[in-house]
């Protein structure tokens, strides 16, 4: 466990000055991106170029230049291969030119014969990739090629199938020549790109300061290319493969180009096409219930747990320097000392809090291997009381060398609705109970609400099953209700019990969980007593005399304190022989199984009987013929109706 914990520190210490980043598409600010040595190449000629940084490196495919024309290409290594499914993650920038921005970038898959050294140039609005623009001319296009635009500059003449003036996003086939629309009037000639299934930015421009979030995914089966921008409509494009490329493994990368207008195109980059398969994965679950909330709804001062699972499946290399890193919802509290990695046999290991900073977490997971390993995180938060229903959503970032992966998001509701609140009257304490007491044992409490009509009690006894009270009128509101839990003691063992309680409102809030601590113990006493009866006697005239009185009833213990338990069975004279005249019969004795007379005393208790538990918890004493109460009469004593007491003790003793 000592080792665990070094190389945990260590990682931290190596780490520490990486900040959080929860990054939204649309930001100014550079997001978090892998390294790109040994990835990208830049053909010969090409305006491209990358940079490495601390926390991204960024392609550059044009930069803020008048007549540029960039190309940036993989290397071999990281080829796409069309008969597996894959995806890509990046971010696109396209400066901040706003209109006077020119004239874009296109992302591209290719096989050209120059492979990852093709290169176009020519007129800016081609942006590198496009075939000319003079009518019925071709052979100027990538080969090969399929490619998603991304236009920062209307071409009336290019563009004009389109919206005026609109930047767009769109799909075509470069070399292919219906790709393009030829027009002959007496007024000229003009060619036209047919642009495939156009969206359109949320902004004016998409050069507009911002990071924009582009994916793309495969689906091998379907032979389909599915591509996102920002959080515009999904874009399906069924390609035929061999009649695209005449291969199934093709390069990918970026062109672009700009005139005498220009702005800089760039990409960061979070996943590569084949290069590593991971994934992250959130988990939001309720506390004590375990059932996830996942758009469901929580109430003020819930317990939730949070799980965050970090995986790796397959890929070309090892998932290097992961930091797993979280920024909650400003509506919730990490609990501290809840920060844990989980084994993948399940056992916890606590981690260092110093993990969590102001509700941002950051944990370093070192590198996962390429044998489908995983590293999951688990720590709990506490909701806070919102004015009003609040919807949140949270997700998680493990940011590694080569590869970032995000949770998909996981969305609750916070009530604003007041939870209830439930005090038992032994909160936190010890109530003992008698296993076989004749009155049942009672659990008392109280419970306040200020806002619901109703709410419903639950209890339940260590890992027993839960059960319910009665619905509970919450008239008037915001004040006290006492209740009171009847429970059946014969059903619980011997020993020590948990309890807990809490409540539920008609809208479902749930209040916090009181506990209390039960101590069952057994019971050591009388299930029957005989009572004894002296006959009428007469006083002797010369020499004392014994009269006795036998056990006319059997005597019963009931005894339910479990194995290892003994007792004792003593007497005394609570009160002596007395007539209604006021004389007294001093000589009272208890008479033994073998006859002999044992004095009892007022002050003195003596022996009867020993024994221990027994199998059955009552227990039938039996006495013998001469065992009983015996009372000695001497001619001093006065006639009359005499009357006493005989108290019986039954002592707990070790066994």
Known sequence: MKRAWM?????????????????????????????????????????????????????????????????????????????????????????????????????????????????????????????????????????????????????????????????????????????????????????????????????????????????????????????????????????????????????????????????????????????????????????RSKKPVDEGDVYADEMLTYEIDTSYFTGQDDWKNIILKKRLNEFVSHVAGSLRLVGEDGEETSLDESYFEDNQLQVPLGDLKQDGTKKKIRFEVRSHQVPEDHTVTEEATSVGENLITHSSPVTYTIKSNVAPVVKLRNSGGIVDIENLGVQKPQIFGGWTDPDSDWINLYYKIDDGELQKLERQENNPKNVNHNFSIDLNSENLKLGVHQMMVYAVDKEGAKSNVDKLVLVVRGTLKFAELPNFKFELSEIPMDKPTMIRAKFAEKMAILDTRGEGSGWNLKARLKEPLASKEGHQIDQFYYLDETGVAHQLEQDNLIQIRSGKTADSPLQSLEWGEKAGLGIELSPANYSGEYSGTVEWVLEDTPA
């Open 7 to 287: 190389l945990f520190l260590f990682a931290f210490v190596i780490c520490m000055g990486m900040p959080v980043v929860s990054y939204a598409s649309g930001e100014s600010t550079p997001p978090e991106g892998i390294k790109l040595k040994d990835v990208l190449k830049v053909p010969q000629g090409a305006n491209s170029s990358v940079t490495e940084a601390e926390n991204q490196d960024i392609a550059e495919i044009t930069a803020n230049k008048k007549n540029q024309v960039g190309a940036i290409w993989n290397l071999d290594g990281y080829k796409m291969d069309l008969t597996k499914n894959f995806k890509m993650s990046m971010y696109l920038n396209f400066g901040n030119k706003g209109k006077r921005a020119a004239d874009g970038a296109a992302f591209v898959m290719q096989a050209d014969p120059n492979k990852n050294d093709a290169f176009r140039t020519g007129d800016s609005a081609r942006l590198g990739v496009w075939d000319s623009l003079s009518y019925k001319k071709f052979g100027l296009a990538i080969k090969h090629s399929f490619a998603v635009e991304f236009d920062t500059r209307y071409d009336s003449k290019f563009d004009s199938m389109l919206v005026k003036d609109r930047n767009h996003i769109a799909w075509g086939y470069p070399d292919q020549e219906e790709t393009y629309k030829d027009e002959w009037s007496l007024l000229g000639s003009s060619r036209s790109l047919i642009h495939g299934d156009p969206v359109f930015p949320n902004g004016d421009y998409l050069s507009d300061g911002k990071w924009h979030l582009f994916t793309v995914n495969w689906d091998a089966n379907l032979s389909q290319l599915t591509y996102k921008f920002d959080n515009l409509r999904d874009v399906h494009v069924p390609i035929d493969v061999l009649k695209t490329f005449g291969t199934r493994q093709v390069y990918w990368g970026f062109t672009g180009a700009t005139g005498t207008q220009f702005s800089e195109s760039r990409a960061i980059f979070e996943e590569l096409p084949g290069r590593i398969e991971g994934e992250t994965t959130e988990r939001v679950f309720d506390t």
